[in-house]
């Protein structure tokens, strides 16, 4: 019951929590793509075996309905069915065209200009052309897509215009040059709806209208519990997929996702809870992929809601409260205690920032009293349902300092996103993806972890050099930023955590993610020879 | 979650327990199942509110070092995945769901009961209200309407167990309403009020007190329920919040942990369930409800010594003689009892109640209670003796050799069948016809039973019928197999005294017709001489006279049946009423503390020392019997038992020895 | 409610009945149901003299328990009234009546469920006293005296119902009647559940009390033998009507309505020979079946079972008439025949 | 009996209103307001005021309630706050999966538990001690708990049924009949339980009825006597329980079907009541207020067709 866990937090269908939480993991999912480049690749075209495949899901895939653009990059793992995309991420990370046969970026990366496939037809029946891009395009100031959530006004990867001069052609104006135009257009980003549907997106609550390889049988479909896909042979790329039909289960108990990979319901399930990963393993297999940064990320450094927060030193006095190494050795075997926000893989990882803030209680004292807290603070941590496991353990390490953390029930939905109003903290996992300085950008210091608007000129240097540039540099700047989140106790990560997925190995192969993403490439799912 | 216990409401008895309290400990903790329960109840309550005293571990303190330990002396209980202490967590976690439940009872009870007690006392049109009102309370949607509830005033669990006591009031308004309304029935209501005592009072002192025992067990059912709901609500999340402990969350948190840990879910399982068992004991215990005592597996009996003596009376076709009836390694209910019975003639077994003569009647069929049984003698019924017999040696003489009618008509018939169904049975199974001829048969023998609309009452259902058209079925069913022998047990005693005289015509009318003998159980003297040829008069167990009706009743030899007659208003035509009747004093003993030699001495105006001292019968009234020694001075003296003195009964007399009113009838 | 009835003030001989009904009308439930079915209690009017008992007899269904209810004041009566010592009570709620007259008493039929059985004899016996104002040591005084008083030691206040057999609790339960000493006390079948020699010891106990007392008894009962011993006067009713009213002696000797004959001669005297010319007796009057068909809503609620039944009988509903010492409801009294 | 099931018919339409208008004041009572949700949280007042208006949620209760009730006889329960969905053919969807569940395993209870309770009344002895013994700790278990454990002998360790998910019927019969098997039986364990409770207790009382004795004394074979007149006398209590128990079943499905991943109408007001999203959560309690209001009605005539005294009367 944990709102935030990981790329796709949502136990409970709420718009809300759709607008801030995905567009925060969006956000980073977005700029880890950036380091890779474009170029070819397909998917997996064997689809030998013609049958059904189920994949269990922690938390419902639609719950604002089938318009694609409300979500997050990762969502696409279940969009990919009926929905294609510009460009879509390849297991090998490596940005694939999809529904574009040819694009191009002028010199300095300020343009971009696309070609489209042919023969592409949407649900609607409708082709696909470029005043139907276009219209989609044209959608990204609206605040509530989060698909488009860097491409909107003032955003890192703003568009400034797009034009459609042949019904196979169109232009996209950038507003700053990217560093690969094209990543900014992939999965999710990049899905473009059909014509009907984009005149009339709320039709879409209830109708999907993609070109994919897949339409949604709303016979065998119960909204957020489960969606069956079958494939429709004419698509255009009904070839590379695998299945005739596809299932996702939404499983929200943690125990019941498990029991469904292990005796067979479900022949793909994700994301699992650590706690069931030696269940699966005993029978099944899983996969996992690092780069989810569990710990404290501060909203109220400007002390309006908590005035402790608003002390370096009390913040600061947080991350030394922490004991990691006990967290991870006890809780968490595995994993990698970590007191930095970038993960190990990230360019910016700068091994030494973990020394520097290892768990010292006599230190987190001692910062308390210059804080003029010597006999701590208390503060609340809203939470739907209980608190996790980390959560209570990281409570007792901050009794042992003075600090009380006190966790408020939420009973619903509406209680929980007020909260990100009032708490001054979250205690939390994100996922910032291989390259972090976008969340940063986009979240952590612009967005929705920062909705104070606190300034921080070390930070705010870093990240400038971290986005603008390139070799070197970039890489000085990326630490550099690291360096100032933790030194500044922006964040106060506990550790660096795995998401992992189960699967079935009699009925599937390994399950492939996409590239650095946490997310799975649906396409590749293949059935075990 | 779970299911209201309205399943009780018909298990309970409504009969009030009287107060136990000088005999020292409630009767429901004389059940091993009540000790239980109360002991484990008593026992969780007073842990858990002391837990924070006695507890080894404080609930938040972890190790997580030492997680999901099994237990161990460090950890009796072991450890949860934060390595805290489990012992000190479900103890801890106790006190909420216990108080919280108390609190949904309070509510449920605190709404249900006046509500049930109004309804109760105002009657129809109020009752129909509230009944309404209750019976949509109980449609809604329970668990989802308390998540809906949760929604809106948000997880804080008193005021929800408080809404949860709303809902369930109407199930215990439906429960007690039943109840209090079969207590308002009773006289001492009316009584009270009589007496003038006010509604409240009526209400406090006499209603509640009589519904103590299933608001107890009612009590004591919810507040499992109630357990069990507070825990599945913690096990969905709606529970105290982390790290407070909360069983129902233990639980999931366990689940969680099942690959790696199962142990985890034992604990905390069995501590819940274990409380819910010990308020479902206690409830039962209560309750009384002898779930040890169920009937033992039919047994066939144990074959009777019997001496195979030749019939005395060649011309009788049954002959009873010495028989003795027990309870199983128990009193005697029935000693030496012997009488023969003519074909075509009526016997009637009479005395007062407690006197065995129902035992006796019944075991001509061996048809005793559970428990009790033909303990020697024999029943020589046309040269074959019935004592000794298997089940179903008897089953086969039953209804048709030997029928039976009994007491009370109304529910002498199967509720749940229709006349004609219980009708065509049995003449099937006896006559060997099909359907159709058995039911023109059915008609027939209810015509001749002197019913006149016998179609539509072969339609009917026992409910529909009075009481003597009842007992007019009785007889035609006992007849549907064309049996020598009835016996009628109380035939007419539930009857008004036309219907009786209508109901004795007819059994006369049988008898005529038929040649069919009869065996009449009555306390009634009156109908004795209005329909038996010969009569045994029963006191204590025994028959104290025997002899034609009409020599015992004109001329009683013995003083218990001059007794009998003395107190009978009935005056003999012409003759004025006595200004007071003759009476006995005391009551009959019963069985197990009968006096050795004459059982009546001790309320006998002639006892003298020698009644005390065991004596045979004596022949009396041609071939009868009279079973008094002094009979021969009491004849010669011309000795009649008097009626007591005008103004004798106001004055205390010796009030007999507290006398237990259990026994037979 | 201070002034008596006017008919009695000025009566120089008469004083005020110890309990007076008239013109009794109870219908059971409410609205059109109740209207369209005949009531229970249908226009019974009969006085009680103090020191005087009078018998109420009929068929279960007859409406003889229904009368008791109403002068106690368990049933509120449709129409009618209800005096006892000619203060009107019909009204009075049952806390009032005990204020105000605390003259009016029961024994119920049942002994087993007219006693609490959770209250000790004391509690039962001194509840009615604090009522009316008796308290304490007064009250647990009278209530032994009460016990003594219907032949039962005093001690037995300590003890629970359960304790005794059925007709000491029948002592008990006239105990608690008496121990206000009221003037009127309504018998409901006090002694049809008990044995027959315990019968007659609660008989002549109630005979003593009366005699001692000056008591004036309702004795509803079923058994004409058992009225007769302790009545004086007795009513005959038949649905809600009375068939016959009149001194016991002559009604249950010389009755004058067939209804009164039939319950007459179907109680079985315990004399063979006698009972064998009563029951040949009875044979001979051809009554009708008990409970045969609903009768008629107009006529005399006896014609479906009155072998003397003509046209008449079914149209008119025969007027209570003096026919030598008894008051009969029946257009041919005079043919009725002779026991 | 025409104007008997008239009359327990519009009790019924009565009940329904009754919970349409509970629910209806629960929801009103909240903090929360439909806007809110519709426009999210981040959003202005006035941009919830004006979904508010756009809701009718601002006129006043009477006319929102009689405006709902108006679509509610129409069959149109409304569409969902948070994706717009038609809340009838949602719960159309989900409640065939609780209905299926609650019925299976109040059959499942009625037939172990009838047969263990008559089995209890009739054997008495050792056995019949030990089945009431069991039955009234088999009633105490909590039925979470019992699933887990269900759970982890039989679809774990034993790999014998599916752990979780619901297939219906349509598509593949025999994964369906699969699919039910271990919430029916975490169900049914207190069930027969409580069946058992009741039929042994029925059994026993009707085995002491006076007409039984009746039966006994025609030679009634004893087959007869049981498992006719007997069972046929105690079947009213068990099929009054056997409704309550269905009931109970329904209603209390949330955990089950949070346990066994199932799309059923619990899951359903669990989450839209978490969500707030109020059309789907009156449109749960209506449609399970329809379903235990129907299952009354129809356990009334089943109890009419089983007892004359109530058909007769």
Not at chain 4, 211 to 232: C, D, K, N, Q, S
Request: one cysteine or more; charged letters at 15%; a negative charge.
């Amino acid at each position: 019951m944990n709102p935030f866990r990981t790329r796709d937090p949502l136990d409970l269908r709420r718009p809300s929590m759709m607008r801030t939480g995905v567009a925060v993991l969006a956000a980073g999912a977005l700029t880890s793509l950036a380091a890779c480049g474009g170029g070819s690749g397909g998917g997996a075209a064997s689809a030998s075996e013609s049958d059904t495949v189920t994949i269990a899901l922690d938390s419902d895939a639609a719950p604002n309905g089938y318009d694609p653009l409300l979500y997050a990059q990762g969502q696409f793992e279940f969009f990919s069915a009926m929905y294609d995309a510009l460009f879509v991420t390849a297991p090998d990370g490596t940005v694939t065209p999809s529904l574009v046969s040819d694009f191009s970026n002028n010199a300095d990366n300020t343009q971009t200009t696309l070609t489209l496939t042919d023969g592409v037809t949407f649900t609607d029946g409708k082709p696909l052309d470029s005043a139907v891009v276009k219209a989609n395009l044209d959608r990204r100031s609206d605040p509530d897509l989060e698909a488009y959530g860097s491409l909107g006004p003032g955003q890192a990867s703003e568009i400034t215009d797009v034009s459609a001069p042949d019904p196979k052609t169109v232009v996209i104006t950038w507003a700053k040059p990217q560093t690969a135009p094209e990543n900014n257009l992939v999965d999710t980003a990049g899905v473009i709806v059909g014509p009907d549907g984009v005149a009339d997106p709320t039709s879409l609550e209830t109708t999907p209208d993609g070109s994919g390889a897949y339409t949604l049988n709303t016979d065998d479909t119960t909204r957020a519990s489960t969606y069956s896909f079958e494939k429709s042979d004419d698509a255009r790329n009904a070839d590379d997929w695998a299945y005739d039909t596809i299932v996702f289960k939404v499983i929200t108990d943690p125990q019941a996702r498990a029991n469904a990979v292990v005796s067979g319901q479900a022949d793909v399930a994700g994301i699992l809870d650590p706690t069931t990963i030696d269940l699966v393993e005993s029978r099944q297999k899983t996969v996992s992929q690092g780069g989810t940064i569990v710990g404290f990320y501060f909203l109220d450094k400007t002390g309006a809601v908590n005035p402790a927060f608003g002390k370096e030193q009390a913040r600061q006095a947080i991350g030394y409260a922490i004991d990691r190494e006990k967290l991870v050795s006890d809780l968490h075997e595995g994993s990698r205690a970590t007191s930095q926000f970038f993960p190990e893989d990230a360019p910016g990882f700068d091994p030494a920032l973990d020394e520097q803030y290892a768990y010292d209680p006599d230190k987190a004292k001692q910062l308390l009293a210059e804080a003029g807290l010597p006999d701590g603070f208390d503060f609340n941590v809203t939470v739907l349902g209980q608190p996790t496991e980390d959560q209570v353990a990281v409570q007792a390490q901050l009794a042992e300092v003075g600090i009380t953390m006190n966790f408020v029930t939420a009973t619903s939905t509406d209680q929980l996103f007020a909260a990100v109003q009032t708490d001054p903290v979250l205690f939390n996992p994100f996922a910032p993806g291989a390259q972090p300085a976008g969340f940063v950008a986009g979240v952590l210091y612009g967005g929705f972890l920062n909705t104070q608007g606190a300034k921080e000129p070390e930070i705010e240097a870093a990240l400038g050099g971290a986005l603008g540039a390139t070799g070197d540099a970039q890489t000085q700047a990326l630490t550099d930023l690291n360096t100032a989140l933790t030194a500044n106790a922006w964040v106060a990560p506990a550790y660096e955590d795995f998401t992992y997925f189960g699967y079935n190995a009699d009925k599937v192969t390994e399950p492939s993610f996409a590239g650095t993403n946490n997310y799975l490439v649906l396409s590749a799912i293949q059935p075990a020879s | 979650m779970s299911v209201l216990p309205l399943d009780a409401a018909d298990e309970v008895a409504t009969e009030p327990v009287p107060p136990a309290r000088r005999r020292g400990v409630p009767g429901f903790l004389r059940r091993p199942g009540g000790v239980f329960g109360a002991a484990w109840l008593v026992f969780i309550i007073v842990a858990s509110l002391t837990a924070p005293l006695w507890r080894p571990y404080e609930v938040t303190e972890q190790d997580t070092a030492n997680r999901l330990a099994l237990p161990s002396a460090d950890h009796w209980f072991g450890t949860d995945p934060l390595g805290r202490d489990l012992l000190s967590r479900i103890f801890t976690a106790g006190s909420l769901p216990l108080l919280s439940s108390a609190l949904m009872l309070v509510v449920a009870f605190g709404i249900g009961l006046p509500l049930a007690l109004l309804a109760a006392e105002r009657g129809r049109k109020v009752e129909r209200v509230t009944s309404r009102s209750t019976e949509v309370l109980m449609a809604l949607p329970g668990t989802i309407l308390l998540l809906a509830v949760i929604g809106v005033i948000g997880n804080r669990l008193y005021p929800v167990m408080a809404i949860l006591g709303v809902l369930i009031s109407a199930a215990v308004y439906r429960v007690m309403l039943g109840v209090a309304q079969s207590v308002r029935q009773r006289l001492y209501i009316d009584a009270a009020r009589v007496n003038g005592l006010g509604s409240l009072r009526v209400n406090l002192l006499h209603v509640l007190p009589s519904m103590a025992t299933v608001v107890a067990v009612q009590a004591a059912q919810l507040f499992g329920i109630g357990l069990l709901i507070v825990a599945g609500l913690a096990f969905l999340g709606f529970g105290p919040g982390e790290p407070e402990p909360s069983w129902g969350f233990m639980i999931q948190d366990a689940s969680g942990h099942l690959f790696d840990a199962p142990w985890l879910l034992v604990p905390t399982g069995v501590v819940l369930a274990l409380t819910v068992v010990a308020a479902n004991e206690l409830a039962d215990a209560i309750a009384g409800k002898k779930a040890d005592k169920v009937p033992a597996r039919r047994k066939e009996r144990l074959p009777v010594a019997v001496a195979d003596t030749a019939p005395a009376d060649p011309s009788a076709v049954l002959e009873v003689r010495d028989l003795s009836v027990a309870v199983d390694d128990g009193p005697q209910l029935v000693t030496g009892v012997s009488f023969a019975l003519r074909p075509g003639t009526v016997l009637g077994l009479v005395g007062e109640s407690g006197c065995g003569k129902t035992m006796t009647a019944r075991s001509l069929m061996g048809l005793l209670p559970d428990g009790v049984s033909v303990s020697g003698g024999s029943i020589r019924w046309q040269g074959r003796e019935l004592v000794g017999l298997s089940e179903k040696e008897l089953t086969a003489v039953r209804g048709r050799e030997i029928a039976m009618i009994s007491q009370e008509p109304m529910v002498a018939l199967d509720p749940m069948f229709s006349i004609a169904y219980q009708l065509v049975g049995p003449i099937r199974r006896f006559r060997g016809v099909g359907r159709g001829a058995a039911r023109k048969i059915a008609a027939e023998l209810l015509r001749n039973v002197g019913i006149v609309d016998a179609e539509r009452v072969l339609k009917s259902y026992p409910h529909q019928l009075s009481g003597g058209m009842a007992q007019r079925v009785c007889i035609a069913l006992a007849l549907t197999g064309e049996p020598e022998l009835l016996i009628a047990d109380e035939p007419t005693t539930a009857l008004d005294v036309t219907v009786q005289a209508e109901i004795l015509s007819l059994l006369r009318a049988l008898v005529h017709d038929t040649g069919l003998s009869v065996v009449i159980v009555s306390h009634d003297l009156g109908v004795v001489a209005d329909i038996c040829d010969d009569v045994a008069v029963m006191y204590a167990g025994a028959v104290v006279e025997s002899g034609t009706a009409a020599a015992v009743l004109d001329d009683p030899s013995h003083p218990y049946t001059m007794a009998l007659l003395g107190a009978n208003p009935h005056v003999p035509e012409g003759e004025p009423v006595p200004l007071r009747l003759a009476s006995i004093p005391g009551t009959v003993p019963p069985p197990g503390s009968w006096p050795t030699g004459c059982r009546f001495a001790s309320r006998c105006q002639f006892a003298r020392d020698e009644c005390t001292a065991p004596f045979p019968a004596l022949p009396a009234h041609g071939s009868g019997s009279v079973l008094c020694i002094r009979v021969d001075d009491l004849a010669s003296t011309h000795a009649t038992w008097d009626a007591e003195p005008v103004g004798a009964e106001t004055v205390a007399d010796a009030v007999a020895e507290p006398a237990p009113t259990a026994g037979v009838s | 409610m201070t002034a008596p009835a006017g008919a009695t003030a000025v009566s120089v001989v008469p004083p005020a009945p110890a309990l007076e009904i008239r013109d009794l009308v109870v219908r059971y439930g409410s609205g059109r149901k109740a209207r369209r079915t005949a009531p229970a209690i249908d226009g019974v009017s009969f006085d009680i003299a103090p020191g005087e008992t009078v018998g109420l007899v009929g068929e279960s269904g007859s409406g003889k328990s229904t009368i008791g209810k109403a002068v106690l004041g368990l049933q509120p009566p449709t129409s009618g009234t209800v005096r006892v010592q000619g203060q009107d009570i019909t009204r009075m709620s049952l806390k009032q009546r005990s204020r105000q007259v605390a003259d009016l008493r029961v024994v119920f039929q049942d002994p087993y469920s007219s006693l609490n059985p959770a209250r000790t004899i004391g509690q039962t016996l001194v509840e009615p006293l604090a009522l009316m104002g008796i308290k304490g040591t007064a009250a647990w005084e009278k209530a032994r005296s009460g016990l003594e008083s219907v032949g039962l030691p005093g001690e037995a206040v300590d003890r629970y119902p359960s304790q005794f057999s059925g007709g000491q609790r029948q002592r008990i339960a006239i105990a608690r009647a008496l121990v206000c000493d009221p003037k009127v006390v309504v018998l409901d079948e006090p002694v049809s559940a008990l044995d027959l020699s315990t019968q007659a010891q609660v008989l002549n106990l109630l005979a003593d009390l009366r005699d001692q007392r000056g008591l004036s008894f309702l004795f509803i009962a079923h058994d004409l033998g058992v009225v007769r011993f302790l009545s004086q006067r007795t009513v005959v009713l038949y649905r809600g009507q009375i068939m016959e009213t009149g001194p016991v002696e002559a009604v249950s000797q010389a009755p004058r309505h067939p209804y009164t004959v039939a319950l007459t001669s179907a109680a079985p005297v315990p004399r063979p020979a006698e009972q064998a010319a009563r029951r040949a007796a009875r044979e001979a009057l051809g009554m009708g079946t008990a409970g045969a068909a609903s009768a008629s809503a107009t006529g005399c609620p006896f014609v479906p079972r009155c072998p003397l039944a003509t046209d008449v009988c079914a149209e008119q509903r025969p007027p209570l008439r003096l026919i030598d010492d008894s008051l009969t409801a029946c257009h041919h009294a005079e043919r009725v025949p002779a026991l | 009996m025409l104007a008997y099931v008239a009359k327990r018919l519009s009790l019924a339409v009565g009940t329904v209103l009754a919970a349409v208008l509970i629910t209806f004041l629960l929801v009103h009572a909240g903090s929360g307001t439909p806007g809110a949700v519709k426009a999210g949280p981040g959003a202005t007042a006035a941009e919830i005021a004006a979904q508010n208006e756009a809701l009718g949620w601002n006129q006043p209760l009477y006319v929102q309630f009689f405006d709902y009730l108006g679509h509610l006889f129409r069959f149109d329960l409304g569409t969902s706050l948070i994706d717009g969905r038609s809340i009838a053919a949602d719960l159309g969807d989900r409640l065939p999966v609780t209905a299926s569940i609650a019925l299976f395993a109040t059959l499942l209870s009625a037939v172990v538990g009838v047969l263990l309770g008559v089995t209890a009344a009739v054997r008495g002895g050792r056995l019949g001690k030990l089945i009431t013994t069991g039955a009234g700790v088999a009633l105490s278990l909590p039925a979470f708990w019992v699933g887990v454990i269900v759970v982890y002998l039989l679809a774990i360790k034993l790999e014998l049924l599916p752990a979780t998910g619901y297939v219906p019927f349509s598509s593949d019969p025999t994964a369906w009949f699969n699919s039910l098997v271990l919430p029916v039986l975490t169900l049914a364990v207190g069930g027969a339980a409580i069946i058992a409770r009741t039929a042994a207790a029925g059994m026993r009382e009707a085995l002491g009825q006076e007409h039984i004795r009746t039966l006994r004394a025609m030679g009634t074979p004893e087959w007869r006597i049981r498992y006719v007149h007997a069972l046929r006398f105690s079947s009213v209590p068990v099929v009054s329980v056997l409704g309550i128990q269905f009931i109970a079943l329904f209603g209390g499905s949330v955990i089950i079907e949070n346990l066994f991943a199932l799309p059923g109408l619990g899951q359903a007001g669990q989450q839209s009541a978490a969500s707030h999203d109020f059309p789907a959560l009156i449109g749960v309690v209506i449609v399970a207020t329809v379903v235990v209001v129907v299952v009354n009605l129809l356990l009334d005539l089943v109890v009419a067709a089983l007892d004359p005294k109530v058909r007769t009367a």
